[in-house]
């Protein structure tokens, strides 16, 4: 199961503190062992990566950590330390960069997601982007090339065995009428303990041992719970669920259709929106046999664990499809919205149009957003655009003034007057694009299922449509599913590659864990 490999690294982590505050020409902490902190900041956190090639004999129980502080987080020797301070945990990481047997030190990063606040809505054209046109999706072609024949065909929308992970704030699934769609087994929420009583989780979670992270799974995830004496739904913020029924809102529900309706929605909330739980998030879903995983969301930070976790996911046969961000008619400092954690001299701070991560990593699959006018497309003027965009989808309507059409959750925000699942509304942004993709994405897996996460993004890059005044700046160009699934283009991929490998992660034992723990501890 997910988070079973962290254990067995948390001895090594202790050990190799030890020997990396050792190799410093002053120590980090007394030689008593001591608690670097009481605070629980996520974003005073360090993400430290080690390198296995340190020898035993430079071992020492000297100048050592509190085990209380450093906690093991995904990925091999990736541990996290907990500060008191940013500028504490800036001071460790210019010393722990440049000890011997440190691959990387960082701060935990802030994220934020990326929407622009804005089934007679599919056939009254409400859902004006899922149709056959130019400033469409083809998605109607699409469907009927999956079902050869949508009226008699439950692989329409894709096939149930095709798994995409929603990276966001969860999904409620009384949003999604039966929600049959959902997967009501690898749901997860990821989150930090209670800041206000260390180490302790929500209801319905657990804490992963020896991690300082919580997890609940399943029917937990898709439950309500309580936190600090609130009650709150299963999507902490609406966003998840809107995001999500993008991707697989059930057909005839008579408040609009998704655009991979039979596909296997897997959401995992990430409570707290910070590089390190978007990295957790990664793992998981890829432990649990997502082929796609959608990232609505974007920093300018640039994160190494965040990059490794992308690096993984594609290694291991999973498609990353990441929003572009909506910087594209302003500055860092007006597109973040971080408070006292984005500063002048922040990545991005002081510039137009700033690169966004994890959209900016080479494999990413990136999006881009679009607007319609009388049938031409181009790029809506808040959509970040570059290089870094690989695709684009149409999201916002100048004729209309409408938008993609999603699920409400809560009475405020984006969905201000409705009530939960009670009916749907508009949402913009590159966080309504990336879905767009990702669902395609799904079909394209279900159509052909043996392709490598590289060959569908390629399928999906290589059939799109122009653009005005694109210039290589939203990518190559409009989705087209129905080109991506060869029905409206000749161009078929060679679909003769291997089966994918599931990712199997080692159960460690926890008694020699435990025991080590008992050992450094006295």
């Known amino acids: 199961m997910f988070f079973s490999k962290i254990k067995s690294y948390l001895s090594l982590a202790l050990t190799i503190i030890v020997a990396v505050s050792f190799s410093f020409s002053s120590p980090i902490v007394s030689s008593e062992e001591v608690s670097l902190t009481d605070s629980t900041d996520p974003l005073n956190k360090i993400i430290v990566k080690f390198n296995q090639k340190i020898l035993e004999s430079e071992i020492t129980r000297e100048n050592k950590l509190s085990a209380e502080d450093v906690k093991a987080t995904i990925g091999d020797n990736t541990f996290s330390i907990q500060t008191n301070s940013k500028e504490e945990a800036e001071e460790l990481i210019e010393s722990l960069n440049q000890s011997r047997g440190v691959e990387y030190a960082e701060l935990n990063r802030p994220v934020q997601t990326l929407y622009t606040p804005d089934d007679p809505f599919f056939t009254n054209d409400r859902q004006w982007y899922l149709k056959d046109a130019s400033d469409g999706i083809y998605a109607e072609s699409a469907w009927d090339i999956l079902g050869n024949n949508c009226s008699s065909n439950a692989n329409c ?9 929603v990276i966001d704030s969860g999904v409620d699934p009384r949003a999604f009428d039966s929600g049959n769609n959902i997967d009501r087994t690898n749901a997860a929420h990821i989150s930090y303990g209670d800041p206000e009583n260390k180490g302790n989780c929500r209801s319905g979670a657990n804490i992963v041992p020896g991690s300082g992270i919580c997890l609940a799974t399943g029917e937990d995830a898709l439950s309500d719970f309580s936190y600090e ?6 999507d902490t913020d609406g966003h998840g669920t809107a995001v999500s029924s993008i991707i697989s809102m059930v057909d005839n529900n008579n408040s609009g259709i998704g655009i991979g309706y039979n596909l296997s929605l897997m959401p995992i909330n990430v409570l707290q929106l910070t590089t390190e739980n978007i990295a957790l998030g990664i793992y998981y879903a890829i432990d649990n046999g997502a082929k796609v995983i959608n990232m609505s969301l974007g920093t300018p930070f640039d994160s190494a664990q965040l990059r490794d976790a992308v690096d993984f996911a594609v290694n291991n046969g999973a498609l990353i499809v990441s929003s572009a961000g909506n910087c594209g008619n302003r500055f860092g400092n007006e597109c973040f919205n971080f408070g006292s954690n984005y500063n002048p001299g922040d990545p991005g701070y002081n510039d137009f149009n700033p690169i966004i991560y994890p959209g900016a990593y080479n494999n990413s699959l990136t999006v881009g957003a679009l607007q319609t006018n009388n049938g031409t497309l181009s ?5 970040t655009f570059g290089s870094q965009v690989d695709i684009s989808a149409p999201v916002n309507n100048a004729n209309t003034g409408h938008s993609t059409v999603v699920k409400c959750v809560y009475s405020s925000g984006f969905c201000a007057g409705r009530n939960r699942g009670e009916t749907s509304t508009f949402f913009s942004g590159t966080s309504a694009a990336s879905p767009i993709v990702a669902a395609a994405a799904g079909l394209v897996y279900s159509y052909y299922p043996n392709l490598t996460p590289s060959q569908v993004s390629s399928v999906l890059t290589n059939n799109t449509n122009p653009i005005a005044n694109n210039n290589g700046n939203l990518g ?3 989705l087209d599913i129905c080109k991506a699934l060869g029905g409206c283009s000749p161009e078929v991929p060679n679909c ?3 089966q994918l490998l599931k990712v199997s992660l080692i159960i460690p034992y926890w008694q020699a864990i435990l025991a080590l723990l008992d050992v450094l501890m006295t």
């Open 157 to 165: 929308g894709g096939n149930s065995s095709v798994s995409v992970a």
């Open 229 to 234: 004496n609130l009650t709150i739904g299963p």
């Open 379 to 383: 790029r809506s003027s808040y959509s």
């Open 476 to 478: 190559a160009g409009s």
């Open 496 to 498: 003769s590659a291997g």
